[in-house]
């Protein structure tokens, strides 16, 4: 077992990685993660989405710009490939329904749906991904097609989430029992709100605990 130090020596090594855009040492060290019996959601959390937070905070600053991004997310789904298979989340959540997740229409930013959807796919979800970009109308076909309990919702733009209510109306006229959450960077409880979800989350984690509170207090 590693020790606290090593943890965080190793967790800030994947961080320095993705923001390096270097995948090969970013896998290396997802490797070691396990093989040290560290945590691996940590990983994912304190080291893979850390460091994309910080590559963010790049290109606002203009230190980089489209290429590098690419390059970084690349990284980060290196070391993703290799933790997937074994996060687990914690006690708390159980594998309880159905989500259909997608980015909304408009907006081809998916490194967060995805980690939403590992953290899902950790917690025993079963998991209908329509990837980014994706018509309203698809949303509304592919809820009744599945018929899942959960439809979450991503966008990472101030202009792409503005299509954001004109769905949650599609959604809930077609299905009014429908669980609908939110989520991605310019969002929050109060725009969700306003917009008429059921749900919002701030991060890949808590997004899994908002579905099963809201997914217990439907049944
Ligand atoms: Co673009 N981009 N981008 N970009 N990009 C932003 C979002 C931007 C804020 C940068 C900026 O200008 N400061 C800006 C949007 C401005 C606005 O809001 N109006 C922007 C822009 C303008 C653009 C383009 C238009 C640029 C251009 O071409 N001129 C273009 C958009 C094209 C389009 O979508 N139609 C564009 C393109 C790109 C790339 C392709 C280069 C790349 C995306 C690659 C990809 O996703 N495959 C990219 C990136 C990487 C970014 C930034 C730098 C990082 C986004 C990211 O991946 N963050 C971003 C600036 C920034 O954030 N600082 C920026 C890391 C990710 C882990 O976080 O997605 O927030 P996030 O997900 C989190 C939470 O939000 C939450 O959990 C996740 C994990 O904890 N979450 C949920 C997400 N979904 C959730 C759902 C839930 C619950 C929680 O429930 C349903």
Known sequence: MATEERTGELLKQIHDAVVAYDGETCAQLCKAVLEEGIDPYQAVIKGLAAGMD????????????????????????????????????GQDTRAVGKILMGVIEGDIHDIGKNLVK???????????????DVKLQRFVEEQQRTNAEVVAISALMTTSMLAMPKVIEMLKAQNPDVIIMVGGAPLTQEIAQKYGADGYAPDAVSAVH????????AI
């Open 118 to 132: 590992a953290m899902f796919e950790a917690a025993g979800w079963e998991i209908y991904d329509l990837d980014k």
């Open 54 to 89: 910080t590559v963010g905070g790049l290109y606002e600053k203009k230190e980089y710009f489209v290429p590098e991004l690419l390059l970084c997310s690349d990284a980060l789904y290196a070391g993703m490939d290799i933790l997937r298979p074994h996060v687990k989340m």
């Open 210 to 217: 908002e579905a099963n509170r809201l997914l217990a207090k």
